[in-house]
T-cell receptor, first 113, second 114 residues
Framework: SQKIEQNSEALNIQEGKTATLTCNYTNYSPAYLQWYRQDPGRGPVFLLLIRENEKEKRKERLKVTFDTTLKQSLFHITASQPADSATYLCALGGSGGYQKVTFGTGTKLQVIP | DAGVIQSPRHEVTEMGQEVTLRCKPISGHNSLFWYRQTMMRGLELLIYFNNNVPIDDSGMPEDRFSAKMPNASFSTLKIQPSEPRDSAVYFC????????????FGDGTRLSIL
């Protein structure tokens, strides 16, 4: 069955460092992958989308990579700030049909001042 | 710009009662999604509407759950009768033209069934 794995343990990093979050998947051939941020008591907020034919995408301090051979996406936040502390969800979408999106369970990031 | 609006934000009710959750999507979005989020299972898709028509309801747990979208600006998710295992946060999201577009989420309804 399709499986999306994100590190369930919280990631603690020092302010100013680069945070790297991992999203691995099995039994899936996604056409695209999205990353969302979720703060406590709030709904997820879209950050970035990367398609299967793209290796890397950047937006300000954010960078996403997508390796369809390794079946993995890496999400980087450079020069991390305490305000970046949140849970980050990856979501995979298929091709054809209505392109259903399936979410991972998320990784909690804590940036320590 | 108004985002996705959900009501109520919190609902506490007793087992066996009917629960109705409401959602107003972003104007102009033609896709609407209902999700359930729990610590154990994460964010699960319950049902997807496109142009007010249910396209995929394979995630609806059982017949106790039903969803409607009578028009482009309103949707409901109903649980009848409710059970303690239905306790979760329920999110509504909308997007332009299906799942490959960014989804805009409401802030959810935290449901507790006693």
């Amino acid at each position: 069955s399709q499986k999306i794995e994100q590190n369930s343990e919280a990631l603690n990093i020092q302010e100013g460092k680069t945070a790297t979050l991992t999203c691995n998947y099995t039994n899936y051939s996604p056409a695209y992958l999205q990353w969302y941020r979720q703060d406590p008591g709030r709904g997820p907020v879209f950050l970035l989308l990367i398609r299967e034919n793209e290796k890397e995408k950047r937006k300000e301090r954010l960078k996403v990579t997508f390796d369809t051979t390794l079946k993995q996406s890496l999400f980087h936040i450079t020069a991390s700030q305490p305000a970046d502390s949140a849970t980050y969800l990856c979501a995979l979408g298929g091709s054809g049909g209505y392109q259903k999106v399936t979410f991972g369970t998320g990784t909690k990031l804590q940036v320590i001042p | 710009d108004a985002g996705v609006i959900q009501s109520p934000r919190h609902e506490v009710t007793e087992m066996g009662q009917e629960v109705t959750l409401r959602c107003k999507p972003i104007s102009g979005h033609n896709s609407l999604f209902w999700y359930r989020q729990t610590m154990m299972r994460g964010l699960e898709l319950l049902i997807y509407f496109n142009n007010n028509v249910p396209i995929d309801d394979s995630g609806m747990p059982e017949d106790r759950f039903s969803a409607k979208m009578p028009n482009a600006s309103f949707s409901t998710l109903k649980i009848q009768p409710s059970e303690p295992r239905d306790s979760a946060v329920y999110f509504c999201a909308s997007s332009l033209c299906g799942g490959n577009q960014p989804q805009h989420f409401g802030d959810g309804t935290r449901l507790s069934i006693l």
